[in-house]
């Protein structure tokens, strides 16, 4: 059983940056890739960042291109994002997901990320 734990949310001022970090336990072999999303107040949960696990390609959604960066650590099973230049917009809780090859999805819980202007 996978299990995702992040941490690193937090309070910060606009044009701050913050790293997030995805704790996991019971990757296998199968691990296709890892995922950041975000769910603001009132809005669906939306994809932010992947990287494929072996590969280690990423790709980012165009709203946060050139301000985030999704990097693992494969020796920690870790995966980070990393925000710079946070805008009030980028307020949310945000998730890790870990899928694998047979297309399970596991979630972590979840960090509060809020941004003040």
């Known amino acids: 059983q996978v299990q995702l734990v992040e941490s690193g949310g937090g309070l910060v001022q606009a044009g701050g940056s913050l790293r997030l970090s995805c704790a996991a336990s019971?990757?296998?072999?199968?691990?296709?890739?890892m995922e950041w999303f975000r769910q603001a107040p009132g809005k669906e949960r939306e994809f932010v960042a992947r990287?494929?696990?072996?590969?280690?390609?990423?790709y980012c959604v165009d709203s946060v291109k050139g301000r985030f960066t999704i990097s693992r650590d494969n020796a920690k099973n870790t995966v980070y994002l990393q925000m710079n230049s946070l805008r009030p917009e980028d307020t949310a809780v945000y998730y890790c997901?870990?899928?694998?090859?047979?297309?399970?999805?596991?979630w972590g819980q979840g960090t509060q990320v809020t941004v003040s202007s």
């Open positions: 997901n870990s899928q694998t090859q047979e297309g399970r999805v596991y």
């Open positions: 019971g990757l296998t072999f199968s691990t296709y890739a």
């Open positions: 990287i494929v696990w072996r590969s280690g390609s990423t």
